[in-house]
């Protein structure tokens, strides 16, 4: 398995998946790099793409308020593969940051050429909206 496969199969909405479906994701998977200091995303804008952090740190900020550290192994952006909702949330680069993208356009292709994946996308969400509800309903 490729680096880039190894990342992608440790993200919750993939790490089900088959190997020839992470082979699938990984042609259109793109390095994109960052530098200290700039703004990866505004919230309220379009949500164009998912990202995962393999090098660096950046911070989630809503309304102002920093919410969340995201570094090496972590993502954010994921429901935008999914939806076309406006971000709920700003993302900024402390540090130089490498991530490995995946932008929705590429992402609703590979899902139109493939409904192979897409059927086990659709397992793999579904799974994870039972342990959502499990864990909701046991608090």
Known sequence: ?????????????FR?????????????????????GDTIFKEGEEGVGFFLVTNGTVSVTRGGTEIAKVRDGGFFGEMALL???????????????????????????ELRNNPDLAVE???????????????????
């Open 121 to 139: 996308m659709l397992s793999v969400l579904s799974a994870r909206v039972r342990e959502l509800d499990e864990k909701v309903s046991h608090t």
């Open 16 to 36: 089900d998946l088959p190997k020839k479906s992470l082979e699938r994701i990984e042609k259109f998977a793109r390095q994109r790099n960052f530098q200290a």
């Open 83 to 109: 939806d076309n909702h406006r971000r709920s949330a700003t993302v900024k680069a402390d540090s130089n940051v490498e991530c490995i993208a995946l932008m929705r356009s590429d992402f609703l292709a």
């Open 1 to 13: 398995m490729t680096a880039t496969m190894d990342a992608l199969s440790a993200v919750p909405m």
